[in-house]
């Protein structure tokens, strides 16, 4: 066997907002793409720092040996430019590079409502607006083409990415009624690098809590999306378990006719036979273990009870997959780069 | 204040079957219950051993301090028998107590099932047929008088207590559509004292797992037991979390009227208001380490969505109310004790 | 067998400072304390609050029905009192309880030190100086008959009580050479109930992490408190580990003759042999688990290696035997109820 | 910035042994190493199973679409062949290979003691006799001359890693005492693949246990090779963490002359200046997480206590420097590929 690689030009990539989880998990995995080079990392509280000092993890990588965070985010200049700022903050910064004809990825809750007011009411913030410019709920698996001609991307919320892509097929189909319950267990990680009482060891550990039961804005995300594919009541209710990293979502949903877990098996390997990133579990249940660092979605589950509700269960790394993995995923696509490129690590198992 | 306490016969208790986690919990417990006395328990594999040498953290009960293992079940003489064996044992052990008179609470499934043919088929087992004496359902909160009354009580799986509490309100008072979900997160010392590929630590720890997705024998146990105050349809699939005690169940149903959230509040409250080791939470979410060690189900959730699903959310030891707790709860009553004595432990949070 | 208890005044107990985990487990512990009442409860930040508000898992306790978090320490009246409150808070409180003739447990580092330039240097606080009463450091194993006589007792640190318990018997043998090594692993729940980046579950979890690795405050504690009974010179360095409750303690010291593992274990029952609260493991490893909610100090290992290091290895609960529990042995002591009264549990194992 | 490869030959590789946690590990990291190539991989349980099958975390790998698992180790033909088989196992296998002139790199402790009859007595298992090849102790950063010109490398254990990389410096300076002592505290997954009670997840969770206290087989790898390069009596103790990966190591050891914080990290630092794998903390403390999943060996610490204790902290991950990672390593060194090949991962944190 042989294998080559040819010459390229790398573009540049910037990170607003580089400190936080989903900011240190992109250098991560852009440490190892090939057709990029990050040159531009901010942080209003870091500035000045080196990256190995905020992210030591990172220590050893050639790639950032100069890099030092920036805390004016006009300094920054760049081909593709992620935004993982908070919710609310994204609407300021986005415009200003998306007039330059960058390129943006935002991976704030910002861009992923086309009714604003649906953004507002369960943002609780005031929306300033979408910019003129062609935006993409940056889906890969039911989305790609959009995302191909988009210059702004809005990146999926977590529960969102593992929830839909857990179902899709079935809504797709019409094969099940229109109420379906998504029961998520997530990580603490996505909580974010700041300590709260929600985070604290203690109150974590030993524990799994199910919180903001009915009134998740992650709700009506996964509801407008699966409706633009079928029709959809969702409900979601979301447990907070002691674990770092990783979504699984149980879905549960009643079919309307009477076909076997094969036959589902059969619907899924149909509906994502070619994505990359989906990998179908037929006669064994996904583990979190197995996506851990990883940008795959695995589906399972496939069983059907005697009162006719069928499981479905997806697993997702939060941060990658559900984050940063996906929002390379949807570089990748936007600059016709390999959809795989920077993304090929393998679950670490155990 | 003051307090008293007055002269009393101790009555005498065997356990069967000791050296697993519901024996030890049994141990644990009636060290400190006031009118039982442990006179026999019961082990073939540890016969001869004291019971310090296999429960070391009972090192130090004076009221243990004589007590060893013995092999032969047929030397034990007691008034009342604990029965912490494998399902399929107990029904070979339990006739020869109930011939001589000995009250009998079985923490098998053994005696669970009115129906044996439902039995037979979930655990794949031939039952040897139920005995004439008479037998009851041991969740005390459900089914007091009848325990009161029996020779036998079969004391109820952990899952089925957990879910069976947080929805009997709603299925009494006919609130709901037939179609109940129940999605449970159990520790792992569910799983019993033997290592197992399901209990290797690398497999448990940074995963939570959905197993026998929609063939849990715990299903029709609750399916029958609810259809007793209602009409229910069971959907049930259980996940191991990486913790070591305790089971939370979320429950998903739908209401057939629009009531709010305060009005469910008030009917759990109603349905529960005497009852000692039922908490009703009605403005925070319960978490498992408050009833950790303890005999309590703490009910939380109540909350409605814009589908008109409702959440109700239970907490229980798996060990402790799910199992030792409540078989001791059941002896007090067919006893004659305070309900409560031996089970005042409190929550060890955090 | 039978049973009997006798008609009892019961003291009254106030804790200043209940909102925090030492608190907290004071209430749980005296929930079942035959001898006292607990009538004050204090708290700046709770006050006017019921305690099942700020303690959900107390809930149902009879014993505190009635109990509100009061603001003013000043308005106090109790014939003991536990301070509960933080290093330097301590010793503006507590004068004011000793003037009045009333008797007080301090769980803080303020009056732990005869030698004021010595906390005054690790603790970085301004000391105003020792009350005219009889102060006791508050270990009953090692001190029991000045416990009985003082008006004040400075409760032990959690690190010193697990590490001065481990290797006593062989100090006040002279067996070991001056210089021990502790190398100590604790829980999270040592570091308070307030969130800090120390206590934030992704930074604990699959982490286990050396601090103050030379210069933690606790190192002058034991090594002055041995030195009453030998000569030793401490080197401690403690550890996070990713648990919520317990200190593991590996203390290394070399022999200075050459005696066997079973003439250590002989020096260690003959030097606790009666003492209730520690309890020797000869042939076993002692476990966290066995201790768990317990006021247990199990002490085990007793290994010499080739080169002539000996290992010791002690076991507690960092909030019982390591603060609330061990205070309240102390409160028995001072008041001549039972030693052990309060304190029965048994570890929450598994 | 460009960047550019050259068209490569494959090397030809087998993994004798390959369906426990280090034939994983070797699995998941020549995934992505660009000069070799994995032709067979061998277990007698799981012969004829395809690798996703038996590790299903792999799916999506391209490069083992076509791999199934071998039974006969006697039809393997490799140019380079890792055995990850027991101990004494290795011993009946790798003697096929040598001869037949194909390069061996032995995971087990087979070949890591020249003096047999220490093996012998630490393994309790008779020992066949060291083949008359070059064989070299497979710790690159002590011993890369040797590992250059070895037909078999012993790769270290995964304790012995860790340990020696802590203390070589201050060993080779000669400035420390003889008696060092090496507290280490690992994961889980050092215990293998199969169930045990040592692994059972109740038993681990919420504990920290020491185990072999002073008998560890690992104690005389560290002695005999820290004396080749110095004069050092080791004491070693382990404990078993609550965690999946890592071993954190605390070298305690007393200095013999007065040097500081300071001067140690330079020692440190020029030591290991040129070192790829070995991450110097010279002012934040290493954490298990930062290394996770790589081959980094991550060392910080450097503190000395009044008592002229000086402390240094390592952290590994067991399942990579411990052992798969460093295997490749030593390939990369004995096969003249570039050393950090296919060893670019980024630690997983959190």
Chains 1, 2, 3, 4 share one sequence.
Do not use: W
Not at 211 to 230: D, F, M, Q, S, V
Request: net charge negative.
């Amino acid at each position: 066997m042989i294998t080559k690689k040819i010459l390229v030009m790398l573009m540049d990539v910037a990170i607003v907002g580089a400190t936080g989880y989903t900011g240190a998990e992109l250098l991560r995995l852009l440490a190892r793409h090939d057709d990029v080079d990050v040159c531009y990392i901010t942080s209003r509280r870091e500035a000045g720092k080196h990256v190995f000092k905020v992210h030591p993890h990172l220590k050893g990588v050639d790639k950032y040996k100069e890099l030092y965070f920036v805390g004016d985010v006009d300094k920054v200049d760049a081909d593709i430019v992620f935004t993982a700022t908070p919710h609310g903050v994204s609407m300021s910064v986005v415009p200003k590079f998306l007039e330059r004809g960058v390129r943006v990825i935002d991976l704030s809750g910002d861009y992923r409502f086309e009714d604003l007011s649906l953004y507002e009411k369960y943002y609780n913030i005031k929306h300033v607006g979408l910019p003129d410019v062609k935006i993409a709920y940056g889906l890969p698996e039911l989305n790609r083409e959009n995302i191909k001609k988009a210059q702004l991307v809005a990146n999926p919320g977590c529960f969102p990415t593992g929830a839909i892509l857990a179902i899709a097929p079935l809504v797709k189909e019409g094969l099940i009624e229109e109420r379906v319950i998504f029961d998520s267990k997530t990580g603490v990680s996505g909580a974010g690098v700041n300590p709260t009482e929600t985070t604290h060891f203690p109150n974590v550990n030993e524990n799994i809590t199910p919180y903001k039961i009915t009134k998740h804005r992650h709700a009506p995300e996964i509801e407008k999306e699966l409706n633009k594919i079928g029709r959809v009541k969702v409900s979601f209710t979301p447990h907070l378990a002691p674990i770092t990293r990783g979504i699984l979502t149980t879905a549960h949903a009643f079919l309307t006719e009477d076909i076997s877990d094969n036959d589902i098996i059969d619907i899924y390997n149909e509906f994502y036979g070619r994505e990359f990133f989906v990998r179908i579990f037929s006669d064994d249940i996904p583990r979190l273990t197995y996506v851990r660092g990883t940008n795959f979605c695995d589906i399972g589950g496939f069983e059907v009870d005697c009162h006719g509700r069928v499981v479905v269960v997806s697993c997702i790394d939060n941060l990658v997959k559900g984050a940063s993995g996906q929002a390379i995923q949807n570089m990748n696509i936007m600059c016709g780069f390999r959809e795989e490129e920077g993304l090929l690590d393998i679950g670490l198992n155990p």
